[in-house]
């Protein structure tokens, strides 16, 4: 595999937001960019492909390299993404060294990386920005 399939874009964060049709999806998506925004005191950027340059969206910018790997790659800090059924929030420390957070988060799941929220009324808002807070200081790796 030769690079990555998405890169950060100069798309419009607002307008990707505004075209969602489900319209407490939109909300919530509004919500947590606002959330995020003020702790990590970052602008938000489109991320995406050719195909897809509306796919995700992401705060701060690091430079990584894959294990085994020699070459450099671009990736958000934090970043998030609106899908259909849940919003999906991507963060670059591991979520489960967080189980303080995760036992009064709320209905949610999770993978390493990755919290999966049906609606921002199912977590506490309290703890989705500690935890968001807790990734912003994370080192980069």
């Given at each position: 595999?030769?690079?990555?399939?998405?890169?950060?874009?100069?798309?419009?964060?607002?307008?990707?937001?505004?075209?969602?049709?489900?319209?407490?999806?939109?909300?919530?998506?509004?919500?947590?960019?606002?959330?995020i925004e003020n702790i990590t005191q970052t602008?938000?950027?489109?991320?995406?492909?050719?195909?897809?340059?509306?796919?995700?969206?992401?705060?701060?910018?690091?430079?990584?390299?894959?294990k085994g790997g020699k070459e450099e790659f671009?990736?958000?800090?934090?970043?998030?993404?609106?899908?259909?059924?849940?919003?999906?929030?991507?963060?670059?420390?591991?979520?489960?060294?967080?189980?303080?957070?995760?036992?009064?988060?709320?209905?949610?799941?999770?993978?390493?990386?990755?919290?999966?929220?049906?609606?921002?009324?199912?977590?506490?808002?309290?703890?989705?920005?500690?935890?968001?807070?807790?990734?912003?200081?994370?080192k980069w790796h």
């Open positions: 595999m030769s690079g990555l399939a998405n890169k950060q874009n100069n798309r419009s964060v607002t307008q990707f937001i505004e075209k969602i049709d489900n319209t407490s999806k939109r909300e919530d998506s509004f919500k947590l960019l606002e959330i602008k938000p950027k489109m991320w995406g492909n050719e195909a897809n340059p509306d796919f995700m969206i992401g705060f701060g910018k690091y430079t990584y390299t894959r671009e990736w958000f800090k934090l970043g998030f993404a609106p899908r259909k059924t849940k919003l999906t929030l991507y963060l670059t420390c591991d979520i489960s060294q967080h189980q303080d957070l995760l036992d009064n988060l709320g209905k949610c799941k999770w993978g390493k990386g990755c919290l999966y929220i049906n609606k921002l009324n199912d977590v506490n808002i309290d703890v989705l920005s500690e935890l968001i807070k807790r990734n912003k200081d994370a």
